[in-house]
């Protein structure tokens, strides 16, 4: 299976949604803590290894990247300084990044492209707010500020063009409408910080969260006093959780357990698959919505892993 090096720790990686041997990876120097950043565009090659397209620095650490649903050659990615960069694949290094959004005060930790209307993105950050922005516009077109603590994700509904669901280490998982003031549901979902989230690609009322306390939840937005699963499995904080683009109650979620996981929270014995192939934390993880069954994970031990479900990640 593929494995690529990087020469910082890996934080985040993101399938293209264009194009199936293309992947998006972001890093940061001195675990995040200290230091450069770099972005990295990786092919995938048949029966070869992993090549590098295209290589972006920054002066921070860059902790998520997304793609453009719109344009296939667009990048955007989360800084440690507080931006939101814009990187063009169609131009060469010298000239990106093309745009540079510098609103948030801390650390920007996520950023998540909107996948009905192909226009705006969000990006959430430890100074509390989550943004909404469009590519054309050099300001936000709105923040969002109830959280209480550092904001960690922010994922669009699949479904819906103007909801989202952001997850705070303030331990509550908080549903917006962009069209309302103030957001319209909040899950108290976790007592310990809440790390990720995501939307169910099949039904848009199915949302996961996941926590410090080392559990995955899944929740139906139309009665979310009590989870509809409780997802045990991990040794320690769950980082990021992932739903299947083509199996319903499927996902995947990866751990500072140095694990990634698989899911079928429909089922009694959920957990369905385990991958210990990392040996750092295990921070960033993505299944392909164009090849069913392909995962792409990342984590400090500064190495990329792309393997298809039920193989080895490890294996040549």
Same mark, same amino acid.
């Given at each position: 299976?593929?494995?690529?090096?990087?020469?910082?720790?890996?934080?985040?990686?993101?399938?293209?949604?264009?194009?199936?041997?293309?992947?998006?990876?972001?890093?940061? $120097?001195?675990?995040?803590?200290?230091?450069?950043?770099?972005?990295?565009?990786? $092919?995938?090659?048949?029966?070869?290894?992993?090549?590098?397209?295209?290589?972006?620095?920054?002066?921070?650490?860059? @902790?998520?990247?997304?793609?453009?649903?719109?344009?296939?050659?667009?990048?955007?990615?989360?800084?440690?300084?507080?931006?939101?960069?814009? @990187?063009?694949?169609?131009?060469?290094?010298?000239?990106?990044? %093309?745009?540079? !959004?510098?609103?948030? &005060?801390?650390?920007?930790?996520?950023?998540?492209?909107?996948?009905?209307?192909?226009?705006? !993105?969000?990006?959430?950050? +430890?100074?509390?707010?989550?943004?909404?922005?469009?590519?054309?516009?050099?300001?936000?077109?709105? &923040? /969002?500020?109830?959280?209480?603590?550092?904001?960690?994700?922010?994922?669009?509904?699949?479904?819906?063009?103007?909801?989202?669901?952001?997850?705070?280490?303030?331990? &509550?998982?908080? %549903?917006?409408?962009?069209?309302?003031?103030?957001?319209?549901?909040?899950?108290?979902?976790?007592?310990?910080?809440?790390?990720?989230?995501?939307?169910?690609?099949?039904?848009?009322?199915?949302?996961?969260?996941?926590?410090?306390?080392?559990?995955?939840?899944?929740?139906?937005?139309?009665?979310?006093?009590?989870?509809?699963?409780?997802?045990?499995?991990?040794?320690?904080?769950?980082?990021?959780?992932? /739903?299947?683009?083509?199996?319903?109650?499927?996902?995947?979620?990866?751990?500072?357990?140095?694990?990634?996981?698989? +899911?079928?929270?429909?089922?009694?014995?959920?957990?369905?698959?385990?991958?210990?192939?990392? &040996?750092?934390?295990?921070?960033?993880?993505?299944?392909?919505?164009?090849?069913?069954?392909?995962?792409?994970?990342?984590?400090?031990?500064?190495?990329?892993?792309?393997?298809?479900?039920?193989?080895?990640?490890?294996?040549?």
């Amino acid at each position: 299976m593929p494995v690529f090096k990087t020469p910082f720790n890996g934080y985040s990686v993101k399938f293209s949604p264009f194009y199936e041997n293309k992947l998006a990876v972001a890093t940061a $120097q001195n675990f995040g803590i200290l230091g450069n950043g770099r972005v990295h565009i990786l $092919q995938l090659n048949p029966n070869g290894p992993v090549s590098e397209l295209a290589a972006f620095d920054t002066a921070d650490g860059v @902790y998520d990247v997304c793609w453009s649903e719109a344009h296939d050659s667009l990048v955007i990615a989360a800084s440690g300084d507080g931006s939101v960069k814009l @990187y063009d694949l169609s131009l060469p290094p010298t000239n990106n990044p %093309i745009r540079s !959004f510098k609103e948030h &005060t801390r650390e920007v930790h996520s950023v998540d492209y909107n996948t009905v209307r192909k226009d705006s !993105f969000l990006s959430a950050s +430890w100074d509390d707010t989550v943004k909404l922005w469009t590519v054309d516009r050099n300001a936000s077109v709105r &923040t /969002f500020k109830e959280h209480a603590y550092c904001v960690y994700s922010a994922a669009w509904n699949p479904r819906h063009a103007d909801i989202f669901a952001s997850a705070s280490g303030d331990c &509550t998982t908080r %549903i917006w409408d962009v069209r309302e003031p103030g957001s319209t549901m909040i899950l108290p979902a976790h007592e310990f910080e809440i790390l990720t989230c995501d939307w169910s690609k099949y039904d848009d009322c199915i949302i996961a969260t996941a926590s410090v306390d080392k559990s995955i939840k899944v929740w139906d937005v139309r009665n979310y006093r009590v989870p509809i699963a409780v997802l045990n499995g991990h040794g320690y904080a769950v980082r990021k959780v992932r /739903f299947s683009p083509h199996r319903a109650s499927a996902m995947v979620s990866c751990s500072y357990d140095m694990t990634v996981c698989m +899911w079928d929270y429909m089922v009694e014995d959920a957990l369905i698959g385990r991958y210990d192939h990392h &040996t750092e934390f295990a921070v960033g993880v993505d299944m392909s919505v164009l090849v069913e069954g392909l995962l792409a994970s990342t984590g400090w031990d500064e190495l990329v892993y792309v393997w298809q479900h039920g193989m080895d990640p490890r294996a040549s």
